[in-house]
């Protein structure tokens, strides 16, 4: 996905409140652990890192070092290992998300300028490239592919950011379906960003990024569940999120990207816990390179996130760096007792509709830097 160049961010109410369940557990929190990288344009340094990635067996830390053109590799302390592509290497022209395809080992990522998906091998040799995506539109400045990920069989979604919708493909690059459209209401999206599916339920978690919410879908693409919508900052509101991420135990990391934080909330869409807050006085804009980086907790745009092995990893877009968290407290969600609402939405949540729809307004990156967002 294209973030930084004519960048604009347009605020709209999806018009849907999501009601919790009556009982809930509030016992996940995030402890900061450790940086990864440092802004920059040489060997273990990054430059407006998105996807992140971490490789069985090896537990090596993959980035898209979207800027540098770029997979950055690192291990588990943080040590550079490799690079894969880089400029003028003629593989990649601005890498976004990343995953692993855990029946082959094989790496497909993002390539926005190039408008396709990059397959590489397990040691990063090129193998193939396969789809096209939507390029930018009048008053859109993302574009290209945007979350990716893999379901338990193998097939593999990606969000076509500017034609709102997911794109569903088998390992061999043949489009099989597309999901959503665009929209306000539950199952549409506006900027579908990130993405991530459950390996318990195989249920789909996406960033609705211009409706300032994310939703679940069943395997089948139906919507379960739809949170935020008005743009906001206080608990459990969102403002333009993009990455997302889900546990082993259905709990949801959101990076609540123009907050500069993570939220957190249980399967069933309840608020649990945040984590992080602004750098003091920033702007949206990348660090200079070799720039004293700032202090940890601290976030300049939030926009990937990967959890592994009780670590949720978190792209720091404008400070280029990831910071690596350690998830206390993790547990199972119960399924709700009583929920209070006009009806059932799929596997018992429930979304309500708002009286009233709030009215679009759309906010460039000047106004974002006058406001001081």
Request: zero cysteines.
């Amino acid at each position: 996905m294209k973030f930084v160049k004519n960048l604009s961010i347009a605020i709209v109410s999806a018009g849907f409140m999501v009601l919790a369940a009556a009982a809930q557990a509030k016992s996940v929190s995030l402890e900061y652990d450790r940086n990864i990288g440092s802004p920059g344009f040489g060997s273990g340094q990054l430059f407006l890192p998105q996807g992140i990635d971490v490789q069985e067996g090896t537990g090596n830390v993959f980035i898209s070092d979207s800027e540098n053109d770029r997979v950055s590799v690192f291990d588990q302390n943080g040590n550079f290992v490799k690079a894969i592509g880089g400029i003028g290497s003629g593989l990649f022209d601005e890498t976004a998300d990343l995953a692993f395809d855990k029946l082959t080992g094989n790496l497909y990522v993002g390539d926005v300028k190039n408008n396709q998906i990059d397959v590489l091998d397990a040691d990063g040799n090129y193998l193939k490239s396969f789809g096209s995506f939507s390029p930018q539109i009048e008053g859109r400045r993302f574009y290209g592919p945007g979350g990716v990920a893999f379901d338990a069989v193998g097939n593999f979604y990606v969000a076509d950011y500017t034609l709102d919708t997911i794109k569903v493909y088998d390992r061999d690059g043949n489009l099989i379906k597309t999901i959503g459209s665009s929209g306000t209401g539950a199952g549409q999206f506006q900027g579908p960003s990130g993405l991530s599916i459950s390996e318990k339920s195989g249920n789909i978690y996406v960033t609705d990024q211009l409706n300032n919410r994310f939703q679940v879908l069943d395997p089948q693409g139906n919507p379960l569940l739809v949170v935020g919508g008005e743009a906001g900052s206080g608990r459990g509101q969102l403002n333009g999120p993009v990455a997302i991420e889900v546990d082993d135990e259905e709990n949801i990391y959101v990076g609540d990207t123009i907050n500069n934080r993570i939220q957190v909330f249980d399967k069933n869409g309840n608020y649990l816990t945040e984590f992080g807050t602004g750098v003091p006085n920033a702007t949206p804009e990348p660090l200079a390179p070799g720039a004293s980086l700032p202090e940890p907790g601290q976030f300049n745009w939030t926009v990937g996130a990967h959890y592994d092995n009780g670590k949720l990893y978190v792209s720091d877009f404008f400070n280029s760096r990831v910071q690596v968290l350690n998830v206390k407290g993790k547990t199972s969600i119960p399924e709700p007792t009583s929920v209070l609402g006009l009806g059932l939405l799929g596997l018992g949540a429930a979304v309500l509709l708002r009286k009233n729809r709030q009215q679009k307004a759309a906010m460039s990156l000047d106004e974002l830097e006058k406001t001081g967002v």
